[in-house]
């Protein structure tokens, strides 16, 4: 297994749709994945898709922590091979996103509330999950790189959008 170079904002991998996998058992998908798991734990991101360790297929890799979801119980790793998400409740919610390809940057993404995603696991079976508040959006965050979009193209308001710790200065000075 190798840790691979993330690509950042700004690199055309980035910024174009991927390409679905054909066989999700292949030997360089498998080897993918694992890079990618590696790599996901070095970064010690929530989730990783192709793209951005430069490979244009639509290969997702993503995990929830106990103490970042809704529901405190999280999600352990889990492999998405060609996902499709169906909004399901599309009530816009807007929080804080961060991304491994704009390192040291967040923004306020408004998304939907919950989701149905269809994929393939690794071992190319079909599986279908629903996913509402924080799990929704890491699911849509890390989907939306599969077609070329990054988060900030979902912000409405760039003022919201900046360095972390400038925007932690900031939210910590407007409490009470």
């Given at each position: 297994?190798?840790?691979?170079?993330?690509?950042?904002?700004?690199?055309?991998?980035?910024?174009?749709?991927?390409?679905?996998?054909?066989?999700?058992?292949?030997?360089?998908?498998r080897?993918?994945?694992?890079?990618?798991?590696?790599?996901?734990?070095?970064a010690?991101?929530?989730?990783?898709?192709?793209?951005?360790?430069h490979?244009?297929?639509?290969?997702?890799?993503?995990?929830?922590?106990?103490?970042?979801?809704?529901?405190?119980r999280?999600?352990?790793l889990?492999?998405?091979?060609?996902?499709?998400?169906t909004?399901?409740?599309?009530?816009?919610?807007t929080?804080?996103?961060?991304?491994?390809s704009?390192?040291?940057?967040?923004?306020?993404?408004?998304?939907?509330?919950?989701?149905?995603?269809?994929?393939?696991?690794?071992?190319?079976?079909?599986?279908?999950?629903?996913?509402?508040?924080?799990?929704?959006?890491?699911l849509?965050?890390?989907c939306?790189?599969?077609d070329?979009?990054?988060?900030p193209?979902?912000?409405?308001?760039?003022?919201r959008?900046?360095?972390?710790?400038?925007?932690?200065?900031?939210?910590?000075?407007?409490?009470?």
């Amino acid at each position: 297994m190798a840790i691979l170079k993330i690509a950042r904002m700004g690199h055309p991998v980035l910024a174009r749709p991927a390409d679905p996998v054909a066989d999700p058992t292949a030997p360089e998908v498998r080897r993918l994945i694992d890079d990618m798991t590696e790599t996901l734990r070095d970064a010690a991101g929530l989730g990783l898709a192709a793209p951005q360790v430069h490979e244009p297929w639509r290969v997702v890799l993503y995990r929830l922590p106990p103490a970042r979801s809704d529901d405190g119980r999280g999600r352990p790793l889990t492999v998405l091979i060609n996902p499709v998400l169906t909004v399901e409740d599309p009530t816009p919610i807007t929080e804080w996103e961060a991304c491994l390809s704009l390192p040291g940057l967040t923004g306020a993404v408004p998304r939907p509330r919950a989701v149905r995603l269809n994929a393939l696991d690794a071992e190319g079976r079909s599986f279908e999950l629903r996913a509402d508040g924080h799990h929704a959006r890491v699911l849509q965050h890390e989907c939306d790189h599969l077609d070329g979009i990054l988060y900030p193209q979902r912000m409405t308001d760039l003022a919201r959008f900046g360095f972390v710790d400038d925007i932690k200065r900031r939210l910590a000075a407007d409490q009470p």
